[in-house]
């Protein structure tokens, strides 16, 4: 079962959006949550353990903040501030609950991560 994704949409520069993932039946250690701009690499944002620790991408520090409701097996993304350069298909992923904790320093690498959502688009305007 694929992770879903959603709360993607348009918003003027400045605004903000609330993304929610998760997958119905599953649980995950470590979720997070990745971008790919049209032309681009995809990117790591922000991930979460179980544990409630951290990571974030230092060009999303002090605007994004990553949440998880564990009883619910869900995680959201939540973007203040929002810039025309964060325009890009967000991407929620997850490591299964029966394999290791990942180390902080692997969380933002994708290979890290066994579990992928279809995306959601965030459309920027300047």
């Known amino acids: 079962v694929q992770l879903q994704a959603s709360g993607g949409g348009l918003v003027q520069a400045e605004g903000y959006l609330r993304l929610s993932c998760g997958a119905p039946?599953?649980?995950?250690?470590?979720m997070a949550w990745f971008r790919q701009a049209p032309g681009k690499e995809r990117e790591f944002v922000a991930a979460i353990r179980r544990s409630a620790d951290r990571s974030y991408a230092d060009s999303v520090k002090g605007r994004f903040a990553i949440s998880r409701d564990n009883a619910k097996n869900m995680v959201y993304l939540q973007m203040n501030s929002l810039k025309p350069e964060d325009t890009a298909i967000y991407y929620c992923?997850?490591?299964?609950?029966?394999?290791?904790?990942?180390?902080?320093?692997?969380?933002?690498?994708?290979?890290?991560?066994?579990?992928w959502g279809q995306g959601t688009l965030v459309t920027v305007s300047s």
């Open positions: 992923a997850g490591v299964s609950a029966s394999r290791n904790y990942p180390i902080i320093s692997s969380l933002s690498r994708a290979t890290t991560y066994d579990t």
């Open positions: 039946g599953r649980t995950f250690n470590t």
